[in-house]
């Protein structure tokens, strides 16, 4: 009997934007990605290139990252095939942490 697929959500954290993508763990194949630019970047807020000076609001982390995580995650069949998620970040942007609030890998 053939094995349901399975998958693993990586996403990136950049300056202005965060990405997914969706990979078939057996095979490696790309199956699905998703990139949300940061509208609060976009738009100059919290940012004076003047003085050098940017800046990222953290709702454009989470928004992004809900968005996107969607919308990769409508590209299976069920949610439970996913088994692992991978989270790379700029040093300037979020990384995942546990119920505690400490950083996961510390």
């Known amino acids: 009997m053939p094995t349901s697929p399975q998958y693993v959500i990586g996403l990136d954290f950049g300056t202005s934007s965060v990405r997914a ?26 940012c004076d290139p003047d003085l050098n000076q ?12 809900t968005q996107v995580v969607r919308e990769v995650v409508a590209c299976v069949d069920d949610p439970a095939q996913i088994v692992a998620l991978a ?7 979020p990384g995942p942490v546990n119920e505690q609030g400490r950083a996961l890998g510390v």
């Open 21 to 46: 993508l969706l990979v078939d763990v057996a095979t490696g194949r790309e199956v699905a990605d998703a990139v949300r630019p940061f509208p609060r970047w976009e738009a100059g807020e919290f």
């Open 54 to 65: 940017f800046r990222q609001h953290p709702l454009d982390h989470l928004e992004g990252l």
């Open 87 to 93: 989270v790379d970040a700029t040093a300037s942007t």
